[in-house]
């Protein structure tokens, strides 16, 4: 046998174990890429009474298949017939789901094909189903072929099947046909009108050039007297690009009355050969269709090979990486339990610093906080309001009390600074506020980044750790807002005598602009109020100026750096006293992971060894 065509057989039937097959993948993996739509094959359709199973028991010579009315074959039947070099040796039958026990009786094989059929259709509480059966036959008188046996097409439900099931049929065949590395082989009865053939209808859909199309033609022994089919062999009636293959197989006669494969094989010869109308065609008789499709499918696989071995060459790597993301096995000890927790809190703990320190969303967001919204929250504060005559003028009559001042209301003075800069709590306590919720919202960002991928394999570490963070940052918030509030406290508290002493040269200036020393307008005694305006809004825009200065130091050194360097010290203190079942339940992986890699494992287990089995080919 052909050592290729063995190889990518060997291949079929590891992912066919491993659950990929040409109808997809039935254990978990239908994400990921099929090895088995890879692999050329020869797949065999046809309507339910076109003498499909009576082709393939002619090509392997031996009653094999169940046979009956209606779905006889409810599922697809992978063939992997091999030529046996040692003659003396008897044939047999092995099983892809039974590897190792071979079967030498071929009626057991059939007893096989249908309790396994009957087992896995009531399993997956369907009539039929598109998983695959494996059967592989050894015999010296075997071609070196593959072939996929799919159920039989019908256009109306037979014998109390359910309505679904004409189109659960087609779509099963047109899954396994749709892809251009399939080889269809359209069996056709010649005694029924070929336009009505479902085969030929499913091979057109899906292969209008006919490319990759054989026809079969079978039943022409039982053509109506006078008409024949050699308009049809000859490729003038019905063109396909690969042609037609005539056959005469045993009708149910012959089967009733046991007759061998080795006379049914006579005498299809014998009617070839007997009848005029079939005179000097070469493309009649099981053997030809056996030794045509044998070259046929060898000729693909070796073509094919180079493709399906990178293929699997990149399906190793890419797996491979992708576990390798994940993680490796879970840490089992106390100790490599504490170990892993410590480095993945070190590797968020790196991943906020570096977002802080210039990551997109981190540090430039904390600055427009400071350079722009601080400010801006400042200037909207209500002190031009509080600036007017008339509340002026009772705020110092008020602080005056029965003792009218002299010479300066110094009491009016400082109460009306006291007012005014009680107003920079507010927008200091919001930059405080604003600058936390940016720390947030990087401490959600790192949690789902690329550079602390391995925490999504722990969910429950990844939530303690994000509660950690926010609690660490809830204590730095409290922190900074204390010493924001005493930075305000203490500009109400003491007020500045040597400010209203201007040096030579310097001039300053109101809330709204104008020069404090400018001459105001109105009678005396408003002059006397608007110059203490000035001077009380002047000394105001020196401190508001000096707080967008000062509180963004501030909440950098209480908040943002205590972040970066203690954001989860006290959860990492914390981890070393833990017992083993609360590691364990920190370490507790998600459910989806841990399928995701049992999916990979496998997956990458079943290429590793088609890679094996492709390596040892010589194309």
């Not at 044939?91 to 094989?109: N, S």
């Not at 879970?330 to 906020?352: D, P, Q, W, Y």
């Not at 509080?386 to 010479?407: F, T, W």
Request: hydrophobic residues 35%; contains cysteine.
């Amino acid at each position: 046998m052909d050592a290729v065509l063995r190889a990518v057989n060997r291949v079929s039937a590891i992912a066919a174990l491993a659950g990929d097959t040409q109808a997809g993948d039935e254990k978990g993996g239908s994400s990921l890429p099929s090895l088995a739509r890879q692999l050329p094959k020869i797949v065999v359709i046809g309507g339910q009474s076109s003498g499909k199973s009576s082709v393939l028991e002619a090509v392997v010579g031996r009653d094999f298949l169940p046979r009956g009315t209606g779905i006889v074959t409810r599922r697809p039947l992978e063939l992997q017939l091999e030529t046996n070099p040692r003659k003396d040796e008897p044939e047999y039958g092995e099983f892809g789901h039974l590897p190792g026990k071979k079967f030498t009786d071929f009626e057991g094989i059939r007893r096989e094909i249908e309790e396994e059929t009957r087992r896995h259709t009531e399993k997956r509480g369907t009539i039929v189903s598109p998983v695959p059966m494996t059967l592989r036959i050894v015999s010296p008188s075997l071609p070196a072929l593959s072939l996929v046996d799919m159920p039989g097409l019908t256009k109306v439900p037979i014998d109390g099947q359910p309505k679904s099931i004409v189109t659960e049929l087609e779509n099963m065949a047109r899954e396994y046909v749709r892809h251009e590395n399939v080889i269809i082989l359209a069996v056709t009865p010649a005694n029924a009108d070929l336009a009505t053939s479902d085969a030929l209808r499913m091979a057109r859909e899906v292969d209008p050039s006919g490319e990759r199309t054989i026809g079969v033609l079978t039943k022409i022994d039982i053509m109506d007297p006078g008409t024949n089919c050699r308009d049809v062999l000859e490729g003038s009636a019905y063109t396909l690009r690969n042609g037609w293959i005539g056959v005469v197989n045993r009708g149910q006669a012959d089967i009733n009355s046991r007759m061998d494969m080795s006379r049914a094989r006579q005498r299809e010869l014998d009617f070839f050969h007997g009848k005029p109308d079939y005179g000097g065609l070469n493309n009649v008789g099981t053997g030809y269709l056996s030794t045509e499709l044998s070259q046929k499918l060898i000729a693909s696989v070796r073509r094919q090979l180079p493709n399906i071995s990178a293929f699997v060459n990149k399906q190793v790597s890419d797996l491979q990486r992708e576990l390798e993301g994940m993680g490796g096995p879970a840490a089992s000890s106390r100790g490599e339990m504490i170990h892993l927790v410590l480095t993945l809190c070190r590797k968020f703990e790196t991943a906020f610093a570096k977002l802080i320190d210039g990551g997109k969303g981190g540090g430039e967001l904390i600055l427009t906080v400071f350079e722009k919204r601080l400010p801006d929250a400042i200037e909207k504060q209500p002190f031009k309001k509080m600036l007017e005559v008339n509340y002026v003028k009772r705020v110092i009559e008020e602080a005056d009390g029965i003792q009218p001042h002299l010479v300066a209301p110094e009491a009016g003075y400082r109460r009306l600074l006291e007012e005014a800069l009680g107003y920079l709590h507010e927008p200091t306590e919001k930059s405080v506020e604003e600058v936390f919720v940016l720390l947030r919202r990087m401490v959600d960002a790192v949690a789902g980044a690329e550079e602390v991928k391995a925490l999504r394999r722990y969910p429950t570490l990844r939530r303690e750790i994000v509660t950690a963070a926010y609690r660490a940052l809830e204590r730095f918030k409290e922190e900074t807002r204390r010493m924001v509030n005493i930075m305000v406290e203490m500009e109400r508290n003491y007020i500045t005598a040597e400010w209203g002493r201007m040096p030579d040269g310097k001039v300053l200036y109101t809330l709204d602009g104008r020069p404090v020393t400018e001459e105001p307008e109105g009678s005396l005694e408003e002059k006397h109020y608007k110059r203490i305006i000035n001077q009380v809004s002047g000394y105001v825009r020196e401190i508001c100026g000096q707080m967008t200065q000062t509180v963004p130091k501030a909440v950098v050194h209480c908040m943002v750096i205590q972040a970066k360097e203690r954001l989860l010290e006290e959860m990492q203190a914390g981890v070393a006293g833990e017992v083993e079942t609360s590691l364990k339940r920190l370490l507790g992986e998600d459910e989806g992971v841990m399928k995701r890699r049992d999916v990979l494992t496998k997956k990458l287990d079943m290429m590793r060894q088609a890679q094996s089995e492709l390596t040892q080919v010589d194309v």
